[in-house]
């Protein structure tokens, strides 16, 4: 049975810092490429991240350049997203997805990439 849980999330003011985590079991995750999502309230569920299976290549919207890291630790099946300098526009449920296969397609940022889903966790950013 696949499972991917995210935590991590919480309430942070503006200009700070969170990094959520993802574990997934039951699939083989040093195989898949993994993606973060966030979904505001009212809005369209929006890709934030990608990485590849090795973490070797990696892929970000443009309104988290710079300020957001995704990494992966292969040996604990483990998914990171580092974000710093929080806004409160990035206040957002936040997905961990996996794709059943070891690129980030050229539409990663498209929920239908992906085949595996985590229940979210909130960030909130206060400003």
């Known amino acids: 049975q696949v499972q991917v849980v995210e935590s991590g999330g919480g309430l942070v003011q503006a200009g700070g810092s969170l990094r959520l985590s993802c574990t997934a079991s039951g699939l083989p995750f040093d195989n898949y490429a993994m993606g973060w999502f966030r979904q505001a309230p009212g809005k369209e569920r929006e890709g934030v991240s990608c990485?590849?299976?090795?973490?070797?290549?990696?892929y970000y919207a443009d309104s988290v350049k710079g300020r957001f890291a995704i990494s992966r630790d292969n040996a604990k099946n483990t998914l990171y997203l580092q974000m710093s300098s929080l806004k409160p526009e990035d206040t957002a449920m936040y997905y961990c997805?996996?794709?059943?296969?070891?690129?980030?397609?050229?539409?990663?940022?498209?929920?239908?990439?992906?085949?595996?889903w985590g229940q979210g966790t909130q960030v909130t950013v206060s400003s």
């Open positions: 997805a996996a794709a059943v296969r070891d690129y980030c397609s050229g539409s990663w940022d498209n929920r239908v990439e992906y085949d595996f």
């Open positions: 990485i590849t299976r090795s973490g070797g290549n990696t």
